[in-house]
């Protein structure tokens, strides 16, 4: 499911870079909260997206 997830995002034009998938149990609040900061920081790195919004 998740590499039809990811030729979806690129027929859509996103760079694949912004999708990620992490299995996280509820218990694992810091690896959550390690995860969220990592990712945050990839997306920052790419820049905006060269993805247009919808008028």
Request: overall charge positive.
């Given at each position: ?17 912004r ?37």
């Amino acid at each position: 499911m998740f590499n039809m997830t990811q030729e979806l995002v690129k027929i859509l034009g996103i760079e694949t870079a912004r999708l990620r998938l992490e299995w996280i149990s509820s218990a694992e609040g810091t690896r959550f909260a390690e995860i969220a900061r990592e990712f945050t920081e990839q997306i920052k790195s790419l820049g905006p997206s060269s993805l247009k919004k919808a008028a």
